[in-house]
């Protein structure tokens, strides 16, 4: 089909249908069905295919060129433009699907805990907290570590921890350490996109499992046997599950009896009120963690804190840390160090939980209980869509609302998974703009024209 036949399917959108037209060309760029060069329609056969007013399609055409989509050309047309895979309008689905990010909390104080961590640091011998530290971390830093990571009842030698630059980077520390291609490592039916390009990037084999289960697990080891199991226990990333502590004792015990490996990204462990003993906890002789500070405080923060199974491991931990990203950014880590020692951080912590509890309150009221997984205190939601429906249109129109939203394409360890969608309620959206696109989110899986179908 010529681009400048192209016409979107439209029925049953909620909203302005000039925005749904609009998601329609964001989603098409996303899908790849409409390319850098390509023309579109002229805007009065456009209108005349879908039945809709001449000046309904020229403001879609002028909402879609404010946002980078496209570009008018006079007579020659309206074009898809070179950057609208990273213009302003680019959808969730093709921004960095990584970034879920937590709230800007009403309560916060990290701009005072900053300046504070500051002034702290320009007194005395602080500033050598800021040169190059030795390969894992300074030793300040990995007793932080530590520290935190006892908080899940994790108990760990120092030497164990390693302080990295970020979740990802301790990730891909301990891929490299522990796997090569061909590897098989189970894994949710959905996994965090950071982890899966890893394994892409090694040859490593992703194993989906039905569920996140000790039987799970077994059955598929019986089938071939795992090198690892790769799992995010609290408020996963996509799903919001978190699993139940009998079940974390379960999964540890039949690792360590059949020679498996644990990756545990505890992304948000730290987060709840309460949190949950760690997998790692119950065998930590198998186990790697990663505790990150930007997905629980601020995305400033490039920081988690990593424990290796031993000593030694921690070193070869370090090295290919040290290889990737040279050190964690000394500023962060010291300011982690200071707040933890000073009772700064637990109120950091506690403000982003108390914004994102209030967030899914705000959800819960706007969607109701059942139509969607969450964490009472994380900042996304995990939405089941019919099969027959498009994601790919939905999250351009949430988009175009300020309101993040990824396709669970995005997500799945292998093809044909249920589809899906992860609604971020955290970042810079403010609370009046989130509950507006919630609100749309809601008449768009409710309108009477057939959108409910969308949703399970």
């Keep these: 089909m010529a681009s400048d036949a192209w016409a979107p399917d439209i029925t049953g959108a909620a909203g302005p249908k000039y925005k749904a037209v609009t998601a329609a060309i964001s989603a098409a760029v996303a899908r790849g069905e409409l390319r850098h060069g390509d023309r579109l329609p002229p805007q009065r ?38 950057d609208a895979r990273t213009g302003e309008v680019a959808t969730a689905a093709q921004s960095d699907i990584a970034m879920n990010s937590p709230p800007i909390a009403a309560e916060s104080q990290l701009v005072e805990a900053m300046t504070a961590a500051l002034t702290t640091l320009a007194r005395g011998d602080g500033l050598a907290r800021l ?11 990995r007793e932080t570590g530590a520290a935190l990571l006892a908080r899940t009842g994790l108990e760990s030698d120092v ?26 490592v189970a894994c949710g039916l959905y996994v965090y996109p950071g982890f899966r390009a890893i394994a892409r990037r090694i040859g ?49 015990a039949w690792a360590r009896d059949a020679g498996v490996q644990i990756i545990e990204d505890d992304a948000y462990g730290l987060l709840p009120d309460a949190p949950l003993p760690a997998i790692a906890s119950f ?29 030694a491991q921690a070193m070869q931990l370090a090295s290919f840390q040290h290889e990737s990203a040279v050190m964690a950014p000394p500023l962060n880590a010291a300011m982690i160090s200071l707040w933890l020692a000073d009772g700064r951080f ?85 609370r009046r703009t989130l509950s507006r696109a919630l609100h749309r989110l809601a008449a768009h899986l409710w309108s009477p024209e057939g959108a409910a179908s969308d949703i399970v």
């Design 204 to 252: 490593v084999t992703l194993v989906p499992l039905a569920a996140m289960t000790a039987n799970a697990l077994e059955a598929v080891h019986a089938d071939a046997p795992l090198r690892a199991l790769y799992v995010v226990p609290t408020n996963d990333n996509p799903t919001a599950a978190t699993i139940a502590t009998g079940e974390r004792k379960a999964i540890a």
């Design 159 to 184: 030497e164990q921890i390693i302080v990295g630059a970020g979740a990802q980077n301790g990730l891909h520390a301990i891929a490299s350490t522990i796997l090569k291609p061909c590897d098989r």
């Design 283 to 311: 065998a930590p002789e198998i186990s790697w963690h990663v505790a990150s500070m930007a997905k629980i405080v601020s995305p400033a923060l490039r920081v988690a804190f990593v424990r290796a199974p031993g000593v």
């Design 131 to 141: 040169h190059y530290q030795r390969p894992g971390g300074s030793a300040a830093d």
């Design 346 to 430: 637990d109120a950091l912590v506690g403000a982003v939980r108390k914004e994102a509890a209030w967030r899914q309150r705000l959800a819960h009221t706007v969607l109701g209980e059942t139509r969607h997984a969450a964490h009472p205190q994380g900042y996304h939601l995990w939405l089941p869509l019919a099969e027959d429906s498009h994601p790919d249109t939905l999250a351009a129109a949430l988009a175009l609302d300020g309101l993040s939203a990824v396709p669970s394409d995005r997500f799945a360890a292998a093809p044909g998974a249920p589809k899906a969608m992860r609604i971020s309620l955290g970042g810079t959206i403010d």
């Design 45 to 82: 056969d456009l209108a005349a295919r879908l039945g809709i007013d001449l000046t309904t399609v020229t403001k879609a055409y002028d909402l879609a060129r404010q946002r980078g989509l496209i570009v008018a050309r006079g007579r020659a047309g309206s074009f898809i433009s070179d």
